[in-house]
């Protein structure tokens, strides 16, 4: 057996700009992959109860231009700009809005009114991202009160779930529908 003088250089260490490199795509590859798994639907609901009859409480829900006086969208933006289409209440009746960075841009209509039970609506917004969802309203006769439950469901895309990672999507919808149905409640009852 030979031995041979075998000249070994030493290993350079990574440099840190690399090292620094790596750690940010790792980071980054985990909030991907992170992001990705979380749930591609979701689904937000209130409910209060209101000491008026389903008829009133439905006749403010069923016609977008009673809106104005309990969304706490519209409340946001005084200056956006609104259209109404289609018949003045009911199947059909088609509004569009668009406003400031607030209210974003987008249309709704009602796609189904089953008189003092349920009012379906399609919910499409275009700015500040384009997104569908269906909205619905429940009417529930509680002896001479009105339960109504105000929900929304809809698909996330991947930025949508990327947006709902820093934010809940209960929390800030949930609390909105909460200052609706308050407002929704105040003027049902005045009536």
Same mark, same amino acid.
């Given at each position: 057996?030979?031995?041979?003088?075998?000249?070994?250089?030493?290993?350079?260490?990574?440099?840190?700009?690399?090292?620094?490199?790596?750690?940010?795509?790792?980071?980054?590859?985990?909030?991907?992959?992170?992001?990705?798994?979380?749930?591609?639907?979701?689904?937000?609901?209130?409910?209060?109860?209101?000491?008026?009859?389903?008829?009133?409480?439905?006749?403010?829900?069923?016609?977008?231009?009673?809106?104005?006086?309990?969304?706490?969208?519209?409340?946001?933006?005084?200056?956006?700009?609104?259209? +109404?289409?289609?018949?003045?209440? &009911? !199947?059909?009746?088609?509004? *569009? $809005?668009?406003?400031?960075?607030?209210? @974003?841009?987008?249309?709704?209509?009602?796609?189904?009114?089953?008189?003092?039970?349920?009012?379906?609506?399609?919910?499409?917004?275009?700015?500040?991202?384009?997104?569908?969802?269906?909205?619905? +309203?429940?009417?529930?006769?509680? &002896? !001479?009160?009105?339960?109504? *439950? $105000?929900?929304?469901?809809?698909?996330? @895309?991947?930025?949508?779930?990327?947006?709902?990672?820093?934010?809940?999507?209960?929390?800030?919808?949930?609390?909105?529908?909460?200052?609706?149905?308050?407002?929704?409640?105040?003027?049902?009852?005045?009536?």
């Amino acid at each position: 057996m030979s031995s041979e003088n075998v000249d070994v250089k030493p290993k350079r260490p990574m440099p840190l700009y690399r090292k620094i490199l790596l750690a940010m795509l790792v980071v980054i590859a985990a909030f991907l992959g992170y992001v990705a798994l979380q749930p591609s639907s979701f689904h937000v609901e209130r409910s209060t109860t209101i000491n008026a009859s389903p008829e009133k409480v439905f006749a403010e829900v069923n016609d977008f231009h009673r809106w104005d006086g309990w969304s706490p969208w519209l409340k946001l933006d005084p200056q956006a700009k609104t259209t +109404f289409e289609g018949p003045e209440s &009911g !199947d059909g009746a088609y509004f *569009t $809005w668009s406003g400031n960075a607030d209210v @974003g841009e987008g249309s709704m209509k009602i796609t189904e009114s089953k008189p003092y039970e349920r009012i379906g609506i399609q919910l499409d917004f275009i700015k500040p991202f384009p997104g569908k969802s269906d909205v619905e +309203f429940l009417f529930k006769t509680e &002896g !001479d009160k009105t339960k109504v *439950t $105000w929900g929304m469901s809809g698909q996330n @895309g991947f930025i949508g779930r990327c947006f709902c990672t820093f934010m809940s999507m209960d929390k800030m919808i949930g609390d909105k529908y909460d200052e609706g149905l308050a407002k929704l409640k105040a003027i049902a009852e005045s009536k």
